[in-house]
């Protein structure tokens, strides 16, 4: 018995949204495993997490016989600069986020992560001439007196969370703009990082060594590892962004910073006092505004196209 077009894509909405969010609470998940890694210097476990990801991404290539999709990319010069870019990017961006694993610090990667949503929608208005709503207006103020209020009470910029959500935000609206496939695009991505991976590690192994030589059978498992907890939890969202609704989506990438932060909190003791807590609560109202609006508008657009239709 055949299924109905209902039915198939109900099953396919289904299934996308079981992907994305297996995805994104991989993302999330993935700070435990990286806090296996804190007796690996942070440029280290980046260069194995490069290294790892060139081989499982090309191994994925010719599984799926996507060859002529690499080599057409790859002839493609505009394209071929800003996989560069978004390389470049892409690589400080996980240099930074090892980094606040490794300094008990991730509360302020999940922070970094609830804000980048709003520092897109900012990149959107400068870069592409977009039109802040007011609830986005009243989002990105909310998202800002909360930031401040954090970096008030550090006595300094909270760097981690800015720059991670900056990182982020640049590195998806280049990959927006650009016309690289995902698979394809990641492979090209850290393939600009190997040479300078290969040349640390190279450097690390006449300097004391690596710790994929010298350390336990644990560690350089995980090391090896760092390539699927990278290439792995992309697919998946890549998979499931194909088959439901953007408004969908984009509720669902809060699922990522919501693990880090309750792993951070309750798993692994970091502090979280009135004023951080003060933080979160007023970038969690400011979300909730920006979601409801993404929510209510691209419900409006479902309705005038349906209508469109029937005329």
Request: proline residues 8%; without cysteine.
């Given at each position: 018995m055949q299924k109905s077009a209902s039915e198939t894509a109900s099953a396919e909405a289904a299934l996308g949204v079981a992907s994305a969010g297996l995805g994104y609470l991989?993302?999330?998940?993935?700070v435990i495993f990286y806090k296996q890694l804190m007796?690996?210097?942070p440029f280290e476990v980046l260069a194995h997490r490069s290294v790892w990801s060139v081989v499982l991404t090309l191994a994925m290539i010719f599984l799926l016989a996507r060859h002529a999709e690499l080599i057409a990319m790859l002839r493609d010069r505009r394209t071929m600069l800003t996989l560069v870019g978004t390389g470049l990017?892409?690589?400080s961006n996980w240099f930074v986020f090892i980094y606040s694993i490794n300094e008990a610090r991730i509360v302020e990667t999940s922070l970094g992560y609830y804000i980048n949503p709003l520092v897109s929608v900012l990149l959107g208005v400068a870069f592409l001439g977009e039109r802040l709503s007011r609830g986005q207006i009243l989002a990105v103020a909310l998202a800002a007196i909360g930031v401040a209020i954090f970096a008030f009470d550090l006595g300094q910029l909270p760097w981690i969370s800015l720059y991670l959500a900056g990182s982020f935000a640049a590195y998806g609206y280049l990959r927006k703009v650009s016309r690289a496939t995902p698979l394809e695009g990641l492979f090209v991505e850290v393939l600009v990082l190997l040479p300078f991976a290969l040349g640390y590690l190279w450097w690390l192994s006449g300097h004391g060594g690596t710790s994929f030589g010298n350390g336990s059978r644990f560690t350089w498992t995980l090391l090896v590892l760092t390539g699927p907890m990278t290439a792995v939890p992309l697919f998946l969202f890549a998979f499931g962004a194909q088959r439901i609704r953007l408004a969908t989506l984009g509720l669902m990438q809060y699922l990522a910073p919501t693990t880090q932060f309750l792993v951070a909190v309750l798993l692994y003791?970091?502090?979280?006092?009135t004023v951080q807590a003060m933080t979160f609560g007023l970038i969690w109202v400011g979300l909730g505004?920006?979601?409801?609006?993404?929510?209510?508008r691209e419900r409006e657009l479902r309705r005038t196209a349906a209508l469109a239709n029937r005329g």
């Open positions: 991989l993302w999330g998940l993935s007796d690996v210097p990017l892409i690589g003791g970091e502090p979280l006092g505004i920006f979601s409801f609006g993404t929510w209510r």
